[in-house]
């Protein structure tokens, strides 16, 4: 406002309202008309006045009128809620505001007369007085301003004793400081006060008291006072200290008694610890046998596959040899190494190791796309019913593993029908994966895919190994027996379980694939149920950069993607390779990199490539990676190891068509 006439008549005319200004000091500099109504003082009797003469002796000695003018200049303003004292000595009780001028001049405080409003407070007053607990109120800055008459008929002591600060002499010696200083943390955290602490009574005997200050705030948030009360604990804390007694004296009691127990609970655990060793003696044994079967069946599978390539390729090297038996030993070489590669995957399946690739997809809907291939697989005297229970039937897994385990079951429900039949495949939802080898029932909600067959069934003592690595009830040469023990890592490792239902030889089996159900229930991917097809290596284009530590895998993987008509460089560490990329980023169209290598792995290479060279494709290759098995590709391409020409031409060719 640029009139200084209209304001002041602004000031003047608000008689309701007493605007009083103070300079830094807190002398009065301006007294309006209604300052001079409701507090008796005329302008010129208060001028130059310091404004400490409207406050009461208590709140004086407290120090509340330096306390608002300082919260005033901290906050911008304070909140005033007191007893004001009049010319004549009576006093009112006035709800007021403090401000600082523009410009840093001093302070403007604006009070109202609140006695009327004040009468119905003072009910409140003979309310609280008739509490059996203290109560008190103390303004923003925490100095107490009210106090109930059960406070002061305690303590001895009328209000002048209690209020402003001194209520903290009431308080033991002892509990003092603690108290004080939980006040002033409250009081400038604007957080609840709770303190337990002694209380002086007027005899001179203390008395324990649990308080509790809650702050009252405006709409902004700043306090206007605080509300507390204080409740007698005496006789809990005594009950509470007989008790403690108690129990000191029932320890004493039994003291003897545990003496006599520890000798002869050493005894017990000397037996017990004993026991333990024994037990694990024993599986350790079960282990090695374990170990030993593992091992054996490993071996015999692989020197059966060693001696058909080594027979071949030493037929190969025979002079003279003719082109068709050339191409036969060939053919034998892939086929047989094909299978040792199937046989690794397979027990990196059941040993939960494989890397999985999860999706989302509807089993039923793979399983009516793959029926053509499981009535090829099980045979034209199979019959296969296939019975679906829920709508959709959406899993979060890795659709591969899925379609290799549902043909690894009907195979074996095959082999158990001596191909002939009745194979039931049904597909529902379930809350739970019952309880099974030794497990408690899992809760949730899961996709049960139950193949069922009329076949010889399992006994008794063959249950608890059907899913063993190797082991089989077929006859020699008529199964690896690592079919099931896929089918069961590719369902632990998902978050599911498989369960077999058997009545024993001659009744048939169930195998009930549990996978865990996608929780928005949409399908995402788009693989398919059905056989592979041949493919042709599409050509080449570009600069691979090969990263490979072995040097016999660096050295032929060069010389296939030389043959696959690509430029490359190959290099045999991580490190090797980021010195090269980032000395010339534009050399190399992808890179070709081994997960497993010391140092910097493939995976930390090809995340660091990624937020580098963001346009640089990158695809990784390994034969087994812990990373891989739990954590997956992180996105990138993979090609698992041991990798054809065909599979690495193509994944060569989608890197560099992305």
Request: aromatic share 6%.
């Amino acid at each position: 406002m640029n009139d200084p006439v209209l304001a002041q008549q602004i000031v003047d005319s608000s008689t309701d309202f007493a605007i009083i200004t103070f300079d830094e000091g807190g002398l009065v500099t301006s007294w309006n008309v209604g300052a001079e109504s409701i507090m008796g003082w005329t302008a010129e009797e208060a001028l130059g006045q310091h404004g400490r003469m409207i406050f009461t002796e208590e709140d004086q000695a407290a120090g509340s009128p330096e306390d608002e003018m300082k919260r005033a200049s901290i906050d911008g303003r304070a909140v005033d809620e007191r007893l004001h004292v009049r010319r004549d000595g009576s006093r009112f009780w006035g709800s007021g505001l403090v401000m600082p001028l523009t410009g840093g001049s001093g302070f403007v405080k604006i009070v109202r007369d609140r006695t009327t409003e004040r009468e119905t407070e003072r009910r409140l007053a003979m309310l609280t007085d008739a509490l059996p607990g203290f109560v008190f109120e103390a303004d923003a800055d925490g100095h107490y301003v009210r106090i109930n008459a059960r406070f002061k008929a305690y303590t001895g002591r009328e209000s002048s004793g209690l209020l402003g600060d001194r209520w903290l002499e009431t308080i033991h010696p002892k509990h003092r400081d603690r108290a004080r200083d939980a006040w002033n943390e409250a009081v400038d955290t604007g957080t609840t006060f709770e303190q337990t602490y002694m209380v002086e009574g007027a005899d001179g005997e203390y008395r324990c008291f649990a308080c509790r200050g809650v702050p009252e705030t405006d709409d902004q948030g700043r306090v206007l006072r605080w509300i507390g009360t204080c409740v007698d604990v005496e006789s809990e804390a005594k009950a509470k200290a007989l008790l403690e007694d108690l129990n000191i004296s029932l320890e004493h009691a039994v003291t003897d008694q545990v003496a006599a127990l520890e000798e002869s609970k050493r005894s017990l655990l000397a037996e017990v610890a004993e026991r333990e060793r024994i037990e694990e003696a024993l599986r350790q044994s079960q282990k090695m046998e374990a170990i030993g079967q593992l091992t054996g069946g490993v071996a015999h599978d692989f020197n059966n596959l060693l001696t058909v390539i080594l027979g071949s390729v030493d037929l190969l090297a025979r002079p003279g040899l003719a082109e068709e038996k050339r191409t036969r030993y060939l053919a034998a070489i892939k086929e047989t190494a094909e299978r040792a590669a199937k046989l690794t995957n397979q027990l990196l399946a059941f040993a939960r190791r494989q890397p999985l690739k999860a999706e989302h997809f509807d089993v039923a809907d793979r399983l009516r796309q793959g029926m053509e291939v499981l009535r090829t697989v099980s045979g034209s005297r199979v019959e296969i019913d296939l019975q679906i229970r829920c709508e959709p039937c959406v899993v979060d897994a890795d659709a591969n593993q899925f379609e290799t385990a549902i043909l690894n079951m009907a195979v074996n429900a095959r082999d158990a029908m001596e191909g002939e039949g009745c194979l039931t495949i049904l597909v529902e939802e379930r809350g739970e994966i019952p309880a099974t080898r030794g497990h408690a029932a899992v809760e949730g909600r899961f996709i049960a895919v139950a193949v069922s067959d009329t076949g010889s069934g399992i006994s008794e003592q063959d249950l608890p190994r059907v899913f063993e690595p190797f082991f089989t009830t077929k006859d020699v040469g008529k199964g690896t027996g690592l079919g099931l023990s896929q089918v069961f890592g590719f369902a632990k490792q998902s978050g599911g379980d498989i369960i077999i239902e058997s009545a024993g030889p001659g009744a048939g089996a169930s195998f009930i694939l549990y996978l865990p159900r996608a929780a928005d229930g949409e399908v995402h991917g788009e693989a398919d149920l059905k056989p592979p097809t041949a493919s042709t290596p599409p050509s080449g284009g570009g600069c691979v950069l090969l990263v490979e530590d072995n040097h016999l895998v660096g050295e032929f993987a060069a010389h296939l993607i030389g043959d696959l008509g690509y430029g490359n460089m190959w290099v045999s560490s991580a490190q090797e390779a980021l010195e090269l990329i980032e000395a010339n980023p534009e050399k190399f169209d992808m890179v070709f990199t081994d997960v497993v290598m010391p140092g910097i792995s493939g995976i930390e290479l090809a995340e660091r490539l990624r937020v580098s060279f963001p346009d640089l494709p990158v695809v990784l290759t390994s034969g087994y990676s812990h990373v891989l098995a739990a954590e997956g590709s992180h996105g990138f391409d993979l090609l698992q190891k041991p990798y054809t020409a065909d599979g690495l031409a193509q994944v060569l060719k989608n890197a560099t068509t992305k």
